[in-house]
């Protein structure tokens, strides 16, 4: 199974309130979230740097203005990595009056502030402004390669000048990692439903191959580049960066080691190490991604059928009767 967890992650403004996604009953999943909630930027400061040239069209803000202006004036055209990143600098700069009055606004009883319907559509603007590079970055990426693309390239598919870029994200390989972990956490929690959920384990497996086929369908892009990054090459090596991904790896091997223990009691899945049959699963599910035409560029093609009756086969206990392990 081609899934990854990045080491670090993307520092996002804080949202408005919204509907809390179901709690992911993995460590993986919510280590990704806490490693945002230490990272993430103040939401009046990040906001205050938003663009009058981002996705909405609308001003929100000088910081942002200031960063866009210092870019121009490096006569770069925004194409200047270094420049831009020094003109994020100084918009980040002049942000503490924001945040400080984001403080005072919290009540007497020391209770969280109450935003304004002015800064509710703020915050709304930064969230798709992020989910735009996210999903620039993600088609990049996967059909480009992570090596083949640009931050630049990000930039001028989100229609963003690379010093705006710079106020959301520090550097490529912090982008991939937001960008894998957007996806990791959604495909974790699907994969404890799974392991959740009432049935055998041989039903629950074949639920399980079908889930991570549906959601790399779903999302071919990273889809893409999950095979991509499965190969060693195709992994940055930025220090840090390989033992995250190692970790994602091992968190879902985890989960499907845990189904194979619950198919083994109930006697629907053949004995063995649970871990070692649950590497064996996740290969096989790697493998169809990479040849699935939905996903891939790769000519040949299976029916899902095919690939489920397959998986089935080769972990259904053997007919000889030998106990489950």
């Given at each position: 199974?081609?899934?990854?967890?990045?080491?670090?992650?993307?520092?996002?403004?804080?949202?408005?309130?919204?509907?809390a996604?179901?709690?992911?009953?993995?460590?993986?999943?919510?280590?990704?979230?806490?490693?945002?909630?230490?990272?993430?930027?103040?939401?009046?400061?990040?906001?205050?740097?938003?663009?009058?040239?981002?996705?909405?069209?609308a001003?929100?803000?000088?910081?942002?203005d200031?960063?866009?202006?210092?870019?121009?004036?490096t006569?770069?055209?925004?194409?200047?990595?270094?420049?831009?990143?020094?003109?994020?600098?100084?918009?980040?700069?002049?942000?503490?009056?924001?945040?400080?009055?984001?403080?005072?606004?919290?009540?007497?009883?020391?209770?969280?502030?109450?935003?304004?319907?002015?800064?509710?559509?703020?915050q709304?603007?930064?969230?798709?402004?992020?989910?735009?590079?996210?999903?620039?970055?993600?088609?990049?990426?996967?059909?480009?390669?992570?090596?083949?693309?640009?931050?630049?390239?990000?930039?001028?598919?989100?229609?963003?000048?690379?010093?705006?870029?710079?106020?959301?994200?520090?550097?490529k390989?912090?982008?991939?990692?937001?960008?894998?972990?957007?996806?990791?956490?959604?495909?974790?929690?699907?994969?404890?439903a799974?392991?959740?959920?009432?049935?055998?384990?041989?039903?629950?497996?074949?639920?399980?191959?079908?889930?991570?086929?549906?959601?790399?369908?779903?999302?071919?892009?990273f889809?893409?580049?999950?095979?991509?990054?499965?190969?060693?090459?195709?992994?940055?090596?930025?220090?840090?960066?390989?033992?995250?991904?190692?970790?994602?790896?091992?968190?879902?091997?985890?989960?499907?080691?845990?189904?194979?223990?619950?198919?083994?009691?109930?006697?629907?899945?053949?004995?063995?190490?649970?871990?070692?049959?649950?590497?064996?699963?996740?290969?096989?599910?790697?493998?169809?991604?990479?040849?699935?035409?939905?996903?891939?560029?790769?000519?040949?093609?299976?029916?899902?059928?095919?690939?489920?009756?397959?998986?089935?086969?080769?972990?259904?206990?053997?007919?000889?009767?030998?106990?489950?392990?």
């Open positions: 199974m081609a899934t990854t967890s990045p080491g670090r992650t993307f520092r996002p403004a804080p949202a408005a309130p919204a509907e996604r179901p709690a992911a009953t993995h460590a993986a999943a919510a280590g990704a979230r806490g490693a945002d909630a230490r990272t993430a930027r103040p939401a009046d400061a990040t906001a205050t740097a938003r663009a009058s040239d981002g996705p909405t069209g001003s929100t803000g000088t910081a942002r200031e960063a866009v202006a210092a870019d121009d004036d006569g770069a055209g925004g194409n200047d990595a270094d420049a831009g990143k020094s003109a994020a600098g100084s918009a980040r700069h002049g942000m503490s009056t924001a945040k400080n009055g984001a403080a005072a606004a919290k009540d007497d009883a020391g209770g969280p502030a109450v935003l304004s319907p002015r800064e509710l559509r703020r709304e603007r930064l969230r798709v402004g992020r989910e735009q590079i996210l999903d620039a970055a993600e088609e990049l990426f996967g059909r480009q390669g992570y090596r083949g693309t640009s931050l630049q390239q990000v930039a001028k598919r989100c229609e963003f000048s690379i010093g705006a870029l710079y106020l959301f994200i520090d550097s390989e912090e982008l991939l990692q937001a960008v894998l972990n957007r996806r990791t956490v959604d495909l974790m929690e699907l994969m404890a799974c392991l959740a959920a009432e049935g055998t384990g041989a039903e629950l497996l074949a639920r399980l191959a079908r889930t991570q086929v549906d959601f790399h369908r779903r999302y071919p892009e889809g893409r580049l999950s095979i991509q990054l499965m190969s060693t090459p195709g992994v940055p090596g930025t220090p840090g960066f390989r033992e995250g991904f190692a970790r994602g790896y091992d968190a879902a091997i985890e989960l499907e080691a845990e189904l194979f223990v619950r198919g083994q009691h109930d006697g629907t899945l053949r004995p063995g190490d649970p871990g070692c049959l649950a590497r064996l699963f996740s290969a096989m599910v790697t493998a169809y991604h990479a040849m699935d035409p939905e996903v891939s560029a790769d000519s040949a093609a299976l029916p899902d059928d095919i690939f489920l009756s397959t998986v089935a086969a080769a972990f259904a206990p053997p007919p000889d009767g030998t106990p489950a392990g």
